[in-house]
Protein backbone atom coordinates (compact mmCIF):
# COMPACT_ATOMS: atom_id res chain seq x y z
CA UNK A 1 0.00 0.00 0.00
CA UNK A 2 1.42 3.47 -0.68
CA UNK A 3 2.56 5.60 2.54
CA UNK A 4 0.13 8.19 3.42
CA UNK A 5 2.89 10.95 2.16
CA UNK A 6 3.13 9.83 -1.16
CA UNK A 7 -0.62 10.23 -1.84
CA UNK A 8 -0.62 13.36 -0.20
CA UNK A 9 2.52 14.35 -2.19
CA UNK A 10 0.45 12.98 -5.59
CA UNK A 11 -2.73 14.45 -4.31
CA UNK A 12 -0.51 18.48 -4.26
CA UNK A 13 1.71 17.66 -7.50
CA UNK A 14 -2.25 17.05 -9.09
CA UNK A 15 -3.93 20.13 -7.78
CA UNK A 16 -0.74 22.20 -8.87
CA UNK A 17 -1.31 21.03 -12.20
CA UNK A 18 -4.75 21.64 -12.08
CA UNK A 19 -4.34 25.21 -10.97
CA UNK A 20 -1.21 25.88 -13.90
CA UNK A 21 -3.88 24.80 -16.89
CA UNK A 22 -6.42 27.03 -15.14
CA UNK A 23 -3.65 29.81 -15.56
CA UNK A 24 -3.29 28.66 -19.07
CA UNK A 25 -6.66 29.09 -19.63
CA UNK A 26 -6.79 32.48 -18.30
CA UNK A 27 -3.62 34.05 -19.59
CA UNK A 28 -4.52 32.75 -23.40
CA UNK A 29 -7.96 34.16 -23.33
CA UNK A 30 -6.42 37.30 -21.66
CA UNK A 31 -4.22 37.61 -24.69
CA UNK A 32 -6.57 36.33 -27.22
CA UNK A 33 -8.83 39.66 -26.36
CA UNK A 34 -5.85 42.38 -27.06
CA UNK A 35 -5.71 40.33 -31.08
CA UNK A 36 -2.51 38.70 -29.64
CA UNK A 37 -2.40 34.33 -30.06
CA UNK A 38 1.14 34.60 -28.97
CA UNK A 39 2.68 37.05 -26.49
CA UNK A 40 1.02 34.18 -23.27
CA UNK A 41 3.55 31.85 -23.74
CA UNK A 42 6.79 34.49 -22.82
CA UNK A 43 4.50 35.83 -20.33
CA UNK A 44 3.87 32.72 -18.27
CA UNK A 45 7.15 31.22 -18.74
CA UNK A 46 8.52 34.91 -17.23
CA UNK A 47 5.76 34.76 -14.18
CA UNK A 48 6.90 31.38 -13.63
CA UNK A 49 9.90 32.59 -12.26
CA UNK A 50 11.80 29.00 -12.38
CA UNK A 51 9.10 27.19 -10.67
CA UNK A 52 8.69 24.18 -13.05
CA UNK A 53 4.99 23.21 -11.52
CA UNK A 54 3.14 26.36 -12.46
CA UNK A 55 3.96 25.42 -16.03
CA UNK A 56 1.64 22.49 -16.96
CA UNK A 57 3.67 20.75 -19.44
CA UNK A 58 6.73 20.76 -17.83
CA UNK A 59 7.82 18.20 -15.78
CA UNK A 60 11.91 18.04 -16.07
CA UNK A 61 11.47 14.72 -17.41
CA UNK A 62 11.19 13.27 -21.70
CA UNK A 63 7.78 13.38 -22.50
CA UNK A 64 6.24 9.77 -21.52
CA UNK A 65 4.33 8.77 -24.27
CA UNK A 66 7.24 9.92 -26.95
CA UNK A 67 10.15 8.09 -24.25
CA UNK A 68 7.55 4.64 -24.19
CA UNK A 69 7.91 4.39 -28.16
CA UNK A 70 11.33 5.72 -28.38
CA UNK A 71 12.22 3.08 -25.46
CA UNK A 72 10.09 0.41 -27.27
CA UNK A 73 11.85 0.58 -31.03
CA UNK A 74 15.28 1.67 -28.74
CA UNK A 75 15.93 4.76 -31.08
CA UNK A 76 19.37 6.00 -31.70
CA UNK A 77 20.09 9.17 -32.75
CA UNK A 78 23.87 8.26 -34.43
CA UNK A 79 25.15 11.25 -34.81
CA UNK A 80 21.79 12.35 -36.78
CA UNK A 81 20.30 15.50 -36.79
CA UNK A 82 17.32 16.22 -34.94
CA UNK A 83 14.92 19.57 -34.47
CA UNK A 84 12.52 19.80 -31.50
CA UNK A 85 9.76 22.07 -31.88
CA UNK A 86 8.69 24.71 -29.46
CA UNK A 87 10.81 23.00 -26.71
CA UNK A 88 9.53 24.60 -24.06
CA UNK A 89 12.15 23.46 -20.74
CA UNK A 90 14.33 21.30 -23.50
CA UNK A 91 13.58 17.92 -22.05
CA UNK A 92 13.12 15.91 -24.88
CA UNK A 93 15.76 17.72 -26.55
CA UNK A 94 18.12 16.38 -23.45
CA UNK A 95 16.24 12.94 -24.15
CA UNK A 96 17.37 13.12 -27.51
CA UNK A 97 20.64 14.10 -26.89
CA UNK A 98 21.31 11.48 -24.70
CA UNK A 99 19.97 9.12 -27.94
CA UNK A 100 22.78 10.17 -30.19
CA UNK A 101 21.08 12.82 -32.28
CA UNK A 102 22.79 16.29 -32.83
CA UNK A 103 19.98 18.52 -31.59
CA UNK A 104 18.72 21.89 -32.38
CA UNK A 105 15.77 23.34 -30.31
CA UNK A 106 13.98 26.69 -30.69
CA UNK A 107 11.18 28.22 -28.78
CA UNK A 108 9.51 31.32 -29.50
CA UNK A 109 9.98 32.48 -25.65
CA UNK A 110 13.32 33.67 -24.81
CA UNK A 111 12.17 33.36 -20.85
CA UNK A 112 12.08 29.49 -22.14
CA UNK A 113 15.14 29.10 -24.02
CA UNK A 114 17.35 30.69 -21.27
CA UNK A 115 15.92 28.05 -18.81
CA UNK A 116 16.36 25.29 -21.08
CA UNK A 117 20.42 26.75 -21.61
CA UNK A 118 20.49 26.74 -17.64
CA UNK A 119 18.87 22.91 -17.22
CA UNK A 120 20.65 21.18 -19.92
CA UNK A 121 24.16 23.07 -20.33
CA UNK A 122 25.56 20.80 -23.18
CA UNK A 123 27.44 20.72 -25.95
CA UNK A 124 25.01 18.39 -28.57
CA UNK A 125 21.92 20.68 -28.34
CA UNK A 126 21.73 24.54 -29.92
CA UNK A 127 18.94 25.94 -28.13
CA UNK A 128 17.72 29.17 -29.90
CA UNK A 129 14.58 31.83 -29.49
CA UNK A 130 12.87 31.88 -33.06
CA UNK A 131 9.24 31.95 -34.25
CA UNK A 132 8.27 28.46 -36.13
CA UNK A 133 6.71 31.23 -39.04
CA UNK A 134 10.10 32.92 -39.23
CA UNK A 135 12.36 30.16 -39.62
CA UNK A 136 16.56 30.23 -40.13
CA UNK A 137 16.52 29.45 -43.35
CA UNK A 138 19.25 26.94 -42.95
CA UNK A 139 16.75 25.15 -41.21
CA UNK A 140 14.06 24.07 -44.16
CA UNK A 141 14.50 20.62 -45.13
CA UNK A 142 17.71 20.38 -43.47
CA UNK A 143 16.81 17.47 -40.21
CA UNK A 144 16.70 13.74 -40.27
CA UNK A 145 14.44 13.90 -37.64
CA UNK A 146 11.73 16.66 -35.83
CA UNK A 147 9.68 16.65 -33.04
CA UNK A 148 6.60 18.18 -32.50
CA UNK A 149 4.83 17.57 -28.93
CA UNK A 150 1.93 19.89 -28.22
CA UNK A 151 3.45 23.03 -30.15
CA UNK A 152 0.21 23.05 -32.42
CA UNK A 153 -2.59 22.17 -29.94
CA UNK A 154 -1.88 25.70 -28.45
CA UNK A 155 -2.22 27.78 -31.60
CA UNK A 156 -5.34 28.74 -32.69
CA UNK A 157 -7.32 26.33 -34.93
CA UNK A 158 -7.89 28.84 -37.64
CA UNK A 159 -4.13 28.65 -38.17
CA UNK A 160 -3.86 24.66 -37.89
CA UNK A 161 -2.92 24.65 -41.94
CA UNK A 162 -0.24 26.79 -41.52
CA UNK A 163 1.41 25.70 -38.65
CA UNK A 164 1.33 22.11 -39.76
CA UNK A 165 2.93 23.66 -43.31
CA UNK A 166 5.75 25.13 -40.84
CA UNK A 167 6.96 22.03 -39.10
CA UNK A 168 6.51 20.01 -42.03
CA UNK A 169 9.39 22.39 -43.84
CA UNK A 170 11.74 21.22 -41.66
CA UNK A 171 11.83 17.35 -42.82
CA UNK A 172 15.02 16.47 -45.03
CA UNK A 173 14.41 13.76 -47.77
CA UNK A 174 13.91 10.91 -46.18
CA UNK A 175 13.74 12.12 -42.83
CA UNK A 176 11.20 11.84 -40.19
CA UNK A 177 8.74 13.89 -38.40
CA UNK A 178 6.99 12.85 -34.87
CA UNK A 179 3.99 14.00 -33.74
CA UNK A 180 2.62 13.99 -29.82
CA UNK A 181 -0.81 14.95 -29.43
CA UNK A 182 -3.99 15.38 -27.81
CA UNK A 183 -6.45 13.16 -30.62
CA UNK A 184 -10.29 13.78 -31.23
CA UNK A 185 -12.58 13.15 -34.20
CA UNK A 186 -13.29 15.10 -37.26
CA UNK A 187 -16.83 16.02 -36.22
CA UNK A 188 -15.78 16.52 -32.25
CA UNK A 189 -16.10 20.03 -31.03
CA UNK A 190 -13.36 21.77 -28.68
CA UNK A 191 -13.54 24.58 -26.14
CA UNK A 192 -10.85 25.79 -23.96
CA UNK A 193 -7.00 25.62 -25.17
CA UNK A 194 -5.39 23.03 -25.57
CA UNK A 195 -7.21 22.24 -29.16
CA UNK A 196 -6.83 18.72 -29.71
CA UNK A 197 -5.96 17.29 -33.51
CA UNK A 198 -8.37 15.42 -35.80
CA UNK A 199 -7.26 12.95 -38.38
CA UNK A 200 -8.28 15.64 -41.15
CA UNK A 201 -6.30 17.98 -39.25
CA UNK A 202 -3.12 15.85 -39.07
CA UNK A 203 -4.02 15.19 -43.25
CA UNK A 204 -2.24 18.20 -43.73
CA UNK A 205 1.18 16.86 -43.20
CA UNK A 206 0.35 14.29 -46.11
CA UNK A 207 -0.33 17.39 -48.29
CA UNK A 208 3.06 18.39 -47.61
CA UNK A 209 4.61 15.56 -49.41
CA UNK A 210 4.66 13.48 -45.88
CA UNK A 211 3.56 9.82 -45.42
CA UNK A 212 2.03 8.37 -42.49
CA UNK A 213 3.62 5.35 -41.52
CA UNK A 214 2.50 4.32 -37.47
CA UNK A 215 -0.37 5.93 -35.68
CA UNK A 216 -0.51 4.67 -32.11
CA UNK A 217 -2.92 5.61 -30.00
CA UNK A 218 -2.01 6.19 -26.38
CA UNK A 219 -4.79 6.03 -23.23
CA UNK A 220 -4.11 9.45 -21.52
CA UNK A 221 -1.82 9.24 -18.11
CA UNK A 222 -4.19 10.97 -16.38
CA UNK A 223 -8.12 10.48 -15.54
CA UNK A 224 -10.39 13.01 -17.88
CA UNK A 225 -7.98 13.77 -20.51
CA UNK A 226 -8.16 13.11 -24.52
CA UNK A 227 -5.82 10.11 -25.78
CA UNK A 228 -2.52 11.00 -26.73
CA UNK A 229 -1.60 9.98 -30.45
CA UNK A 230 2.25 9.34 -31.62
CA UNK A 231 2.33 9.86 -35.49
CA UNK A 232 5.16 9.33 -37.20
CA UNK A 233 5.67 10.64 -40.85
CA UNK A 234 8.99 9.93 -43.26
CA UNK A 235 9.55 12.04 -46.57
CA UNK A 236 11.03 10.29 -49.88
C1 LIG B 1 2.32 23.46 -24.85
S1 LIG B 1 3.96 24.01 -24.93
C2 LIG B 1 4.85 22.48 -25.19
C3 LIG B 1 6.32 22.62 -24.89
C4 LIG B 1 7.15 21.34 -25.11
N1 LIG B 1 7.05 20.87 -26.49
C5 LIG B 1 6.71 20.27 -24.16
O1 LIG B 1 6.01 19.33 -24.58
O2 LIG B 1 7.08 20.37 -22.98
C6 LIG B 1 4.05 24.81 -26.52
C7 LIG B 1 5.40 25.49 -26.74
O3 LIG B 1 5.43 26.03 -28.05
C8 LIG B 1 6.03 27.30 -28.01
N2 LIG B 1 5.53 28.04 -29.17
C9 LIG B 1 4.27 28.51 -29.38
N3 LIG B 1 4.19 29.15 -30.55
C10 LIG B 1 5.42 29.07 -31.12
C11 LIG B 1 5.95 29.57 -32.34
N4 LIG B 1 5.21 30.28 -33.20
N5 LIG B 1 7.25 29.34 -32.60
C12 LIG B 1 8.02 28.62 -31.73
N6 LIG B 1 7.56 28.14 -30.55
C13 LIG B 1 6.27 28.36 -30.24
C14 LIG B 1 5.60 27.87 -26.67
O4 LIG B 1 6.41 28.93 -26.21
C15 LIG B 1 5.65 26.62 -25.79
O5 LIG B 1 6.90 26.46 -25.19
Redesign the pocket.
Known amino acids: MEHSSEIDSAAAAADAKAAARERVQAIQAEFAKKGDA?GW??AL?SEAGGDVSTIP??DLEP?PYFKRWADSIGLKGDGRSAL??????G??ANFLADLGFKVTA????PA?IAWAKKLYPRSEITFET????EPFRGWLGAFDFVLE???I???PLEWREKVIDSIARFVAEKGELVVVTRGREDDEAVNAV?WPLSRKDLSRFEANGLTEVEHIIYPPEEEGEPDRWLVRYTRG
Open positions: LFEYWANVVGCGLDDFDLSAANLFIYTQPLP
